[in-house]
């Protein structure tokens, strides 16, 4: 069996621990991180066409992109040692909601939080690239809170009935 279990920056700590109690002894854990292409883009952009005409040695994209794979390396390790068990580190780089949903084909379970609102239940506790994964991830998906969920007092009530 093998679980992909989605590293990303301020949810990681409950999807690792939620993936070492519902993780079968056994299993392959995969961790794994994606970094987003959104802002080495902007910077490399921003240098191309502003600042750096024939001077690709400064450009800030560069820096950037090390930067975020630095980041990664730290959060995978970090997990890691949260597990405590044998794992896989997987680092992509990409559309982050694409990246993951490619990252799970295989598995027997995906596990990831909640990003979005957290102090309400309901849909907006899942930010775009979450939803995104749920909806289109090719196995069972584990989502859970990062911490406490919120009380059932508050659900929205219900829409109001019409004739």
Same mark, same amino acid.
């Given at each position: 069996?093998?679980? =992909? =279990? ?26 794994? /991180? ?20 024939? /001077? ?29 068990? #044998? ?13 993951? =949903? ?25 930010? #775009?690239?979450?939803?995104?994964? =749920?909806?289109? !991830? ?7 809170? #990062? ?5 059932? !007092?508050?659900?929205? #009530? ?6």
């Amino acid at each position: 069996m093998t679980v =992909v =279990v989605w590293i990303a920056e301020g949810t990681w700590p409950a999807c690792v621990d939620a993936a070492r109690a519902h993780g079968p002894q056994g299993a392959e854990i995969v961790l794994l /991180h994606v970094s987003g292409q959104e802002v080495p883009g902007v910077a490399h952009g921003a240098f191309a066409g502003l600042l750096g005409r024939g /001077h690709r040695e400064r450009d800030p994209g560069t820096r950037v992109e090390i930067l975020a794979a630095d980041s990664a390396r730290h959060l995978l390790d970090a997990a890691a040692e949260r597990l405590g068990r #044998p794992c896989a580190r997987v680092e992509r780089t990409g559309r982050v909601e694409r990246e993951v =949903v490619a990252a799970a084909e295989g598995a027997e379970l995906l596990v990831l939080a909640r990003d979005g609102d957290r102090s309400r239940l309901g849909p907006h506790s899942l930010g #775009p690239a979450t939803r995104f994964v =749920v909806d289109h !991830a090719p196995c069972p998906v584990l989502l859970v809170w #990062p911490e406490q969920a919120p009380d059932t !007092a508050t659900i929205p #009530p219900p829409p109001p009935d019409h004739p």
